[in-house]
């Protein structure tokens, strides 16, 4: 009986574990599971999206920021402490991608408790001068000494504190003076990033001023980068936000600039401008737009300039890396105002609408153009003379700019903009109709006869953009 009684038992219990863990292992079906993950997928309205995030943006005043990172329940040892210096530096994912180092930064002295350097107070006091998350940090006296030649015991160094000194760490009470700086992405701090134009579209008179990046960029076709490094905004008389005093509500590079007029003491934000880092083909002194294109209809399946079609049909006239796009209709009006909707719109490929995208199934007649290094686009620069120094009886026609160069010394620039062929008869590569090996102002030109399909090139001259004093040569 007692066997009896423990056989039931014990199946039983194995009845209930099995029932407990067959839940997890049903599938639903595909509109139950849709169903079940609906609410992590609803979207908010842009106001309430904002505030969901608002919390993390709190900014606690520096007192208790310096509180937080002065915990003196956990202090570093000696041999932590050299390690934060800056002869250890972690770097990031981030600062990888082809790093750089800021300007040095000094925002304090050791007058008070010590010197504190804080990446918090640093990012306020210098607003868009450093990444959201550097890949390391380098700290020396404003002496040009380093933080490990100084020999001082530092209490923090890192790039999520930023770096702090106390003064009753020193044996003689008294820390040195220290300047940091941060190792970021090239679009801080590289030699072909710029700062663009100032942007203002809004002003303070509904719930703030919002100057929105996605709006921005509608209202100002092609002249913010697609991933700006950094952004820095200020007063329209000049003041930074951070000397404003006014609480952000944000500024980054995803969002833009917001300042909501609920959240100031007088319930009015001042009226703001922004402007962004990108590379220097958007705003350098050398960038320049080119021509209007415009080489398809909405007659067929839409308005398709390609990049790609764009470059055959105008050999020369469009730079291999264009830094931005800009396109309107034949009468002038901004893809915003047309108010279609465009398929695509990058550097990457071109510019396209489709028909069918369309309300009424007609897209209107799009023309583009595009930013370029100014040897495109007609700033003082011309086309040098035609050379031809190869034939393709070998393997080929090898117009070499190396080569080129060497017998006609002097009569090529350094760095020419753009690099034209064509035909000994005069039609353009495209026109001719082969496969070209290469066509670029580093290389030259190549055209190998084993890629033909009758395994024999015709005979080609290049040409290249230059400035006007190359071309009288």
Do not use: H
Request: with cysteine.
């Amino acid at each position: 009986m007692m066997i009896k009684l423990l056989s039931v038992v014990l199946f039983a219990g194995l009845f209930f574990a099995l029932q407990a863990t067959d839940e997890p292992n049903t599938t639903l079906p595909e509109d139950q599971a849709l169903e079940a993950t609906d609410e992590a997928n609803t979207t908010l309205p842009e106001d309430e999206a904002l505030e969901v995030t608002d919390e993390p943006n709190t900014t606690l005043p520096e007192d208790e920021a310096l509180e937080a990172t002065d915990d003196p329940d956990f202090p570093l040892t000696e041999d932590d402490a050299l390690k934060a210096t800056d002869q250890y530096n972690t770097t990031t994912p981030e600062a990888q991608a082809r790093p750089c180092w800021t300007n040095w930064f000094d925002r304090d002295n050791p007058s008070g408790q010590g010197d504190y350097e804080l990446l918090s107070s640093l990012r306020r006091q210098y607003p868009g001068q450093i990444c959201p998350k550097p890949g390391a940090i380098q700290a020396q006296t404003l002496t040009g000494i380093s933080a490990a030649a100084a020999g001082e015991k530092i209490y923090r160094s890192d790039t999520t504190t930023g770096f702090i000194c106390r003064n009753r760490d020193q044996p003689d009470k008294r820390c040195k003076d220290y300047r940091v700086r941060f190792s970021c992405p090239s679009s801080y701090c590289g030699p072909n990033v710029c700062w663009t134009n100032w942007f203002d579209r809004d002003n303070p008179s509904g719930t703030g001023d919002w100057e929105l990046l996605s709006s921005l960029r509608r209202q100002y076709p092609g002249q913010i980068c697609p991933k700006p490094g950094a952004i820095q905004a200020q007063t329209l008389t000049g003041i930074s936000a951070a000397a404003a005093g006014e609480k952000i509500y944000r500024s980054d590079t995803t969002t833009g600039f917001i300042c909501r007029n609920r959240d100031q003491p007088d319930k009015r934000c001042k009226d703001y401008r922004v402007r962004f880092t990108c590379p220097s083909a958007y705003c350098g002194p050398n960038v320049c737009w080119t021509k209007w294109f415009d080489r398809d209809n909405p007659s067929g399946t839409g308005d398709w300039e390609l990049l790609s079609s764009l470059r055959r049909q105008y050999p020369g006239q469009i730079c291999p890396n264009p830094g931005a796009i800009e396109a309107q209709t034949l009468t002038g009006i901004s893809v915003a105002a047309a108010g279609e909707k465009i398929y695509r719109n990058d550097i990457s490929n071109g510019f396209i609408c489709r028909n069918r995208d369309q309300r009424d199934k007609r897209c209107q007649d799009y023309r583009v153009r595009f930013t370029c290094p100014s040897a495109y686009c007609g700033v003082k620069v011309c086309w040098t003379k035609w050379f031809d120094r190869d034939n393709p009886s070998g393997s080929g026609d090898w117009e070499l700019l190396s080569s080129l160069r060497k017998e006609n010394p002097g009569k090529i620039c350094p760095n020419p903009g753009a690099i034209e062929a064509q035909t000994l008869t005069g039609f353009s590569a495209a026109a001719a109709g082969e496969r070209i090996y290469r066509s670029d102002t580093t290389t030259g030109f190549i055209c190998r006869n084993r890629d033909q399909r009758d395994k024999r090139c015709q005979d080609y001259r290049v040409r290249f953009s230059c400035p006007s004093s190359f071309c009288s040569k």
